[in-house]
């Protein structure tokens, strides 16, 4: 194939933060740097600690595991004067991953900017809606990597891979299920991006629990 092709793994979309007043530009995740705010941790447990954090634009707050110092949990980065707030769910596999992340305006969800799912009960089965950001990017494909477990007797029920239908402004799929199962899995979406004689391949991730 002429031209170039490049690959980027779990790819997620940098969100530039916008200070009309001062006329600078912060990245989202410089907002999660402890070293900018002035702490207060409060212990959970033995391994868990809770960080509020306050510096004289943003306030942080979120639980931190103290052995690898890794962040658990859901996030918030509040900023009420002009309006912005940030929910940043982490996991950490090996390393410590931002798993979801959802932009508030104005006390509004901004679906467009804001990479997270929702799942509901119906019945005999359960139904996930991924939503993704809005990018450059084309998406070429969206499929749920899933296991169903008993919960019970804490077993795997079943594995399989679903390509999963777009509706509007997010992806959806729907798998069935009894009582006690529980379903996990990682959601992927691949993309790309042609620019002359270059293709960007992309592939973005969520880890679905």
Not at 23 to 39: A, D, H, S
Request: glycine share 4%; with cysteine.
């Amino acid at each position: 194939m002429d031209g170039k092709i490049k690959i980027i793994a779990s790819i997620f979309i940098l969100l530039i933060l916008i200070n009309c007043n001062k006329e600078k530009k912060e990245n989202l995740f410089q907002l999660t740097e402890l070293n900018n705010y002035k702490i207060i941790k409060t212990k959970i447990n033995d391994s868990i600690i809770k960080i509020n954090g306050s510096n004289k634009d943003y306030t942080i707050e979120g639980n931190m595991n103290i052995h690898d110092n890794s962040k658990h949990g859901w996030w918030k980065i509040n900023n009420e004067i002009i309006g912005e707030k940030y929910e940043i769910e982490y996991i950490y596999l090996d390393k410590q991953i931002e798993n979801q992340i959802k932009v508030y305006k104005n006390g509004q969800l901004d679906k467009n900017v804001s990479k997270f799912y929702t799942k509901s009960f119906d019945k005999n089965k359960v139904s996930f809606y991924f939503y993704f950001p809005i990018s450059k990017f084309k998406t070429n494909q969206v499929y749920f990597d899933y296991t169903i477990s008993d919960t019970v007797k804490r077993k795997i029920i079943k594995e399989g891979k679903l390509d999963c239908l777009k509706n509007i402004d997010h992806y959806y799929c729907s798998i069935p299920i009894n009582k006690n199962e529980s379903v996990i899995g990682i959601i992927n979406n691949f993309s790309d991006f042609k620019e002359k004689d270059s293709v960007t391949l992309a592939v973005d991730r969520m880890f679905i629990k």
